[in-house]
């Protein structure tokens, strides 16, 4: 591999993560036992939730460990929806924005379907942003009836970051519970976590392990589990915990904390090289989401259709060429479909077919930058051929159709 453009799907474990695991792993322990073993994996999980704790600004015991981001979206998403109607069979509505990734789109249309939950899908702008002011009109329109409102703090296509702040506000003010995720923001720009009333964070997006991850979720605040059993963490969260893993997650959060803004300026940096490189060697792409600005966008975060190519085709170029980067859209039993987020953001569906995420992290450098440059001509070349060999047999079978 070439080059590694593909820190928003998952980043390379940190060494330090990784020390910190093999350790952990040599160690025998269920952290329930009462026994001295026992008690030591007990002290390196609660020694992790400190940590993570301190790292996020709220208690130890407003972290909740899952198995990643999807399982805390979901315990929040459902969890709430549940305690919070039977409470108030009234509270029928959730609100959520139309960009979410699908581990909370997903559930929230699950509720709608299967719960009888009205969903409000709350829109964003042409950068993917939410407006309070919507979300205040929406929650005012009938705050009794809100079960719950989910937005996320950045977006894992675009990388736009919403403003949480005002959201937060809007919805404290109004007594209705606000999940977000943070899964792509935590590691990556500074995030209040004690401001919403559950934040959704994942390990492996902020080199960390894969499969571990947390929901934090303000003191006193009611949860339905999702899976019930030895009523490990608050008896939210049932199962055994993943010693090793939880001391890996601590040990990346430690790490990417402590010199979070230097290395945040040092990626945008590298991200606008990226961006200026590619825009120079095809001025017809078009960047998707927030222009520049730390505040409005992901710092690693660039992302760009190209006229006339396939997202896909793009993809498995680069990936010949050694360079790993994401479309960012689901394929539907193989059929590449426009990404939700570029639709609610008025993106031509033709365009948003040729898109492209390329996103950093802490451990990208110019060298990065420099082969995807070093590719993408050749790349792109090939990838219009193909792209006109498409339409034109689009436009052959509509002419035999017709
Ligand atoms: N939420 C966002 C915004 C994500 O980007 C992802 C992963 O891509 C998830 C949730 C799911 O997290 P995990 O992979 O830990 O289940």
Avoid at 8 to 20: F, H, V
Avoid at 326 to 345: I, R
Avoid at 374 to 379: M, R
Wanted: glycine content about 10%; some cysteine.
């Amino acid at each position: 591999m070439r080059a590694y453009l593909d820190h928003a799907a998952s980043t390379p474990l940190l060494p330090r993560a990784r020390d910190a695991m093999v350790e952990a792993l040599s160690v025998t322990g269920n952290a329930s036992s009462l026994h001295s073993a026992g008690r030591r994996a007990r002290r390196a999980v609660e020694q992790s939730r400190e940590s993570i704790a301190a790292a996020l600004g709220v208690a130890p015991s407003e972290v909740i460990f899952t198995a990643g981001g999807t399982e805390a979206d979901n315990l929040a998403v459902k969890g709430l929806w549940w305690a919070r109607t039977a409470q108030d069979p009234a509270r029928r509505r959730v609100l959520a924005a139309r960009v979410e990734h699908h581990a909370v789109l997903d559930p929230v249309e699950w509720l709608g379907a299967h719960e009888g939950a009205d969903v409000v899908w709350l829109d964003v702008d042409a950068l993917g942003r939410v407006d309070p002011a919507a979300v205040a009109a929406e929650v005012a329109s009938d705050p009794g009836s809100v079960a719950l409102v989910s937005v996320m703090w950045a977006n894992n296509e675009v990388g736009t970051v919403q403003p949480i702040e005002s959201i937060s506000a809007i919805c404290a003010g109004a007594g209705v519970p606000l999940h977000v995720d943070a899964v792509q923001a935590v590691g990556s720009i500074p995030v209040d976590a004690a401001m919403p009333d559950t934040v959704a964070v994942s390990a492996h997006k902020l080199g960390g392990p894969l499969g571990v991850g947390a929901l934090i979720a303000r003191r006193g605040l009611d949860l339905v589990p999702l899976t019930h059993g030895g009523g490990q963490e608050r008896q939210v969260r049932s199962g055994t915990q993943d010693v090793a893993s939880i001391v890996g997650f601590a040990a990346a959060v430690e790490e990417v904390m402590s010199d979070l803004p230097a290395s945040a300026r040092r990626i945008a940096a590298l991200r606008d090289e990226l961006l200026a490189g590619v825009l120079s060697l095809c001025p017809a792409a078009v960047v998707n989401g927030a222009r520049g600005g730390q505040d409005a966008r992901l710092p690693g975060n660039a992302h760009l259709s190209f006229p006339g190519c396939e997202g896909d085709a793009l993809l498995m170029l680069l990936d010949a060429a050694g360079v790993a980067v994401s479309t960012g859209s689901a394929c539907t039993a193989g059929v590449p479909e426009p990404s939700h987020v570029l639709l609610a953001m008025g993106v031509d569906p033709a365009l948003s077919r040729g898109s492209l995420r390329f996103s950093l992290g802490r451990t990208s450098t110019s060298r990065d930058v420099a082969a995807l440059l070093d590719a993408l001509p050749a790349v792109l070349e090939r990838a219009r051929r193909a792209g006109q060999v498409r339409l034109g047999r689009l436009s052959s079978s509509a002419r035999q159709g017709a």
